[in-house]
């Protein structure tokens, strides 16, 4: 009897250290049970230290790797990360229009956390007209929040102005808002969720004082398209509504927990000032002692010898 296994999209960029883009989001897809694939909008030389170079990923291959993906595999759910060009979000934009994405979360990445741009000064208002009203979910944190409503609008800093920014980019058309507050100054952190249909939540966690949250953004939003992943494969043609999605957000954030203290004491640069090392994506993985580093494979005693 043949299976298929909750099928998940990623389209952004590369970090070859590890943390972050499409690496965090394939190890996060796959801690969270789902077959991750992807579509590389650029290749980025980043590490701990942050970013150093961005190549863009020209958008015909782009097109190819979409048509590759998206007429080969049903996709249950897709997130989009880096898109970096106003061509790409459009491109996007096409994509899900024409095709079948699942249930969308669009994480609006505009900044790293270095301060390197990741997005064209010029692609900010087509995120803003185009590619939010065609997302199941947007996940911003407080600066992109404010870029998004205008470059005059400050961050959020309190519970109510966070609330007040989320009910605002729903007015703008996002289906639904996951406004997260991790950049606030201090005190446990407070993430807000708003939906169009009414849906009004806020999720608490105790803030992990750490350097190492390099790539929390994308480690959320695709356990969350994760999430989403599993339950619509568990009930194809079910409609995500405001419980499956305060459900799906809630486990992607005690996750994110989780592998934000499990990699807190991490030391993983050869020069750890100023570093900002990953979080531990395979915190839920069991590791067999038998497989602990230095430790011998058991091997069946069935298979022939080598």
């Given at each position: 009897m043949s299976k298929t296994p909750p099928i998940?999209?990623?389209?952004?960029g590369t970090d070859p250290s590890g943390g972050a883009g499409i690496h965090a989001d394939l190890k996060t897809f796959t801690a969270r049970g789902t077959l991750g694939t992807t579509v590389i909008t650029a290749l980025v030389a980043q590490n701990t230290h942050g970013v150093s170079r961005v190549y863009p990923v020209p958008a015909d291959f782009v097109l190819d790797q979409f048509s590759s993906v998206l007429g080969?595999?049903?996709i249950d759910a897709t997130k989009s990360g880096m898109l970096g060009s106003r061509e790409l979000v459009e491109l996007v934009v096409a994509q899900?229009?024409?095709?079948?994405?699942g249930f969308y979360t669009v994480d609006?990445?505009?900044?790293?956390t270095s301060g390197h741009r990741l997005l064209d000064v010029d692609a900010v208002e087509s995120v803003r007209r185009d590619l939010l009203p065609v997302a199941d979910l947007i996940t911003p944190n407080l600066p992109e929040a404010a870029l998004l409503l205008g470059d005059d609008v400050a961050e959020a800093q309190t519970v109510p102005a966070m609330q007040e920014q989320a009910l605002e980019l729903v007015r703008r058309g996002a289906r639904a808002v996951l406004l997260k507050g991790g950049h606030a100054a201090s005190g446990a952190v407070t993430d807000v969720l708003v939906t169009a249909t009414g849906l009004r939540e806020l999720f608490h966690h105790p803030r992990v004082h750490t350097p190492n949250t390099h790539g929390t953004g994308c480690t959320l939003s695709a356990a969350i398209t994760a999430e989403i992943a599993v339950a619509r494969h568990a009930q194809p043609g079910a409609v995500v509504d405001d419980?499956?999605?305060?459900?799906?957000?809630?486990?992607?954030?005690?996750y994110l927990a989780r592998a934000i203290a499990s990699?807190?004491?991490?030391?993983i640069s050869l020069d750890s000032a100023g570093a900002h090392g990953p979080v531990d994506h395979q915190v839920d993985i069991v590791r067999a002692e038998s497989t602990a580093p230095g430790a011998a494979l058991p091997r069946d005693p069935a298979s022939p010898a080598l």
């Open positions: 998940t999209l990623s389209i952004a080969d595999l049903p899900r229009r024409i095709s079948d994405f609006p990445v505009m900044v790293a419980a499956t999605l305060q459900r799906a957000v809630g486990e992607a954030l005690n990699a807190a004491a991490w030391r």
